[in-house]
């Protein structure tokens, strides 16, 4: 059985909360440190140890490896630049209260003479210990990053640095295969013969790429400041209105139509500026769009997704223990959020099994995003009440939240603005509204009207509130009220449960159970 949708005896449909366990506490902050060939980054995870929140995110653009294939050295500059930052990062990680830092070193160290040098001046600088791995253990580590954002996935990842780029095949939550090379822009802009120069060499390194990894037609991950960038263009080109990277999916021929925007735009400083890319970035995105094109035709994917967890997000995966990387991402991070912000903790639970019955038809991937919305249903009431719906919306639609495609952020999103709101008309994120059919935005309706009149009858976490009974083709919705729950059904929760009655296009009952 899949260990996403396991059922659990002590937790129901989605299990127990990990996070409450001390092995999955221990995870609560991790500092990670990933020198790369372009930038120097830290980051400390906080939160759900299985889906956490970015507590601390920094970059430095150092450029260790520029012109590191002429020289065979370091760039002197970025040493000192990259010294510089992880001196700054080991004293915040001392001020954040972090027993340690993991710290690993990539492509332009590995391949530099004096890579261990510069090592050494990092440990007796900082104390800080570099890991300095090689392009199969990047692959497996960018690899695992997507795992866990994706548990279960399968496909090819494709992670592109400054001096090489990596790809790994994963199935089953499994890392397979896993092939480096020099693709990456920094070397490529050292390669002979100009642009025909660099496309035989492009070519011929991506056939050997293929004769090692085989076919690969599943789905692409790209992982990777460039192809983030090259996402960034695409979403501009084709004026896409959710400005989340994470999950974001092109098509093989938008790809190749946007090197071609790229390619013909000829003020790529104005292209730079409206997309939000940095100078040091956009000097390398023509050189990467002629690796993804390559890539692309070469591998022939039949869908393509943007992963904004990579390396980093990967080494905190090896730290999990394999129980915590079987469970949803959504759900733990969900619970959360329920645990930390909620008035009432554990309500959730209680008013996903009282609305389930409007929904026991539902796919396994609609239930668990109406999980997901019965456990977010209260973590914004400290917002004003004016503008409590819109801040629900955009909460869930561009948190950071693994396993989320955008159309399933748009849903929860939209059942979260109708658990405060009948109507959402009038708000300023009516654009989002079109990345779902007419049928999706009425179930999420329905979800969130469900929702809003559950919470009328807010008791406690394991209070005996009564049930619903749906008849679908009969249009017919019964309420069953227990004893107990009759109290709470005064003339605001009859109004709402009049509303969802009507989005539902259904007659209802209200009835008082026995017990």
């Given amino acids: 059985m899949n260990a996403l949708v396991e059922p ?17 506490r221990a995870l609560a902050r991790v500092g990670v440190v990933d020198v790369g060939s372009n930038s120097v980054r830290l980051v400390v995870f906080d939160g759900a140890a299985r889906s956490p929140a970015y507590f601390y995110n920094e970059k430095i653009m150092c450029a260790l490896g520029a012109g590191l294939s002429d020289t065979g050295h370091l ?35 590995r391949d530099a003479s004096d890579g261990a040098d510069f ?50 095949e994963i199935s089953g939550g499994i890392v397979g295969r896993r092939e480096t090379s020099d693709l990456g822009p ?42 983030r960038a090259i996402c960034k263009v695409d979403m501009h080109r084709r004026g896409y209105p959710l400005q989340v990277l994470h999950e974001y999916r092109m098509t093989p021929k938008a790809v190749r139509q946007t090197a071609k925007f790229i390619a013909a735009h000829e003020d790529h400083e104005a292209l730079r500026s409206a997309c939000g890319i940095s100078s040091t970035r956009m000097a390398l995105v023509p050189l ?43 759900i733990e991070a969900c619970r959360f959020a329920e645990a930390k912000d909620a008035r009432m903790p554990g309500f ?48 869930a639609t561009r948190a950071n939240l693994g396993g989320l495609k955008h159309s399933e952020r748009i849903f929860l999103g939209l059942a979260l603005l109708h658990r405060y709101t009948n109507k959402r008309e009038g708000t300023h994120f009516e654009e989002l509204y079109d990345l779902i059919d007419e049928k999706t935005k009425v179930e999420a309706e329905v979800l969130g009207k469900a929702m809003r009149f559950g919470a009328m009858l807010w008791m406690d976490k394991d209070a005996n509130l009564g049930e619903f009974r749906w008849y679908p083709k009969k249009k017919q919705l019964e309420l069953r009220l227990a004893p107990n729950a009759m109290p709470l059904f005064g003339e605001v929760a009859e109004a709402r449960l009049n509303s969802l009655a009507a989005s539902l296009q259904a007659e209802v009952t209200v009835k008082q159970r026995k017990r």
């Fill in 75 to 109: 760039n002197p500059t970025g040493r000192t630049r990259a010294l510089g930052a992880l001196r700054r990062f080991q004293r915040l990680a001392m001020g954040m209260g972090l027993s340690d830092l993991t710290v690993v070193a990539t492509a332009a160290v």
């Fill in 348 to 395: 959730g639970k209680l008013l996903y099994a009282f609305i389930e019955p409007l929904f026991k038809s539902a796919p396994q991937p609609r239930k668990r995003l109406i999980k997901a919305a019965c456990l977010l249903h209260d973590v914004s009431w400290r917002a004003h009440p004016d503008y409590r719906a819109e801040v629900c919306f955009d909460n």
């Fill in 119 to 168: 090592c050494a001046d990092v440990e007796r600088d900082t104390g800080l210990f570099v890991r300095t791995i090689d392009g199969r253990e990047e692959a497996r580590l960018s690899a695992q990053g997507v795992l866990l954002g994706w548990p279960g996935s399968y496909g090819l990842v494709c992670d592109i640095g400054g001096s090489s780029m990596e790809l790994a």
């Fill in 288 to 330: 990467a769009c002629e690796v993804l094109v390559r890539l692309v035709k070469t591998f022939k994917p039949k869908d393509i997704a943007i992963s904004s967890y990579g390396i980093r997000e990967g080494m905190l995966y090896e730290q999990m223990p394999q129980r915590l990387r079987d469970r949803d991402p959504l």
């Fill in 186 to 227: 920094l070397k490529l802009q050292t390669v002979k013969g100009g642009k025909k120069g660099r496309t035989a060499h492009i070519k011929a390194t991506m056939e050997r790429l293929q004769a090692a990894m085989g076919t690969q037609r599943d789905r692409l991950f790209l992982v990777g400041g460039s192809w």
């Fill in 8 to 24: 659990h005896h002590d937790g129901g449909l989605f299990g127990r909360p990990l996070f409450e366990d001390p092995s999955a």
